[in-house]
């Protein structure tokens, strides 16, 4: 399984910002992906995940109203929209997919199998 994260970069507060997950190596249809993130000095955070099957899809409080994650299944691509974006939304994003069923622990990391490496998304005030 290989993910690979794109779309990060420099943006100002209020700005909107749409980061990509290329996924290969496997039929991911039965996969839950995620998205979490991770400031300096902080602990990873659960951002978003979704049922690659139905689209079922879950947020962090933190970024719940302002984030949306989606899949193409063309593309075997998740996307993270994000608007309205804070300071505080700065860290690196890091993409996991998880072969087990839609369910139990879909915030916590270590439920996830495979991770590609971040982006940085970076907002100034």
């Known amino acids: 399984v290989q993910l690979q994260a794109s779309g990060g970069g420099l943006v100002q507060a209020g700005d909107s910002l749409r980061v990509s997950c290329a996924a290969s190596g496997r039929t991911f249809s039965k996969y839950v992906m995620g998205w979490f993130r991770q400031a300096p000095g902080k602990e990873r955070e659960f951002v978003a995940a979704i049922n690659w099957s139905d689209g079922s899809t879950l947020y962090g409080d933190s970024v719940k109203g302002r984030f949306t994650i989606s899949r193409d299944n063309v593309k075997n691509t998740v996307y993270l929209q994000m608007n309205s974006l804070r300071p505080e939304d700065t860290a690196v994003y890091y993409c996991?997919?998880?072969?087990?069923?839609?369910?139990?622990?879909?915030?916590?990391?270590?439920?996830?199998?495979?991770w590609g490496r971040g982006t940085q998304v970076t907002v100034s005030s």
């Open positions: 996991a997919a998880d072969p087990k069923p839609w369910g139990e622990r879909l915030i916590s990391d270590t439920r996830y199998n495979y």
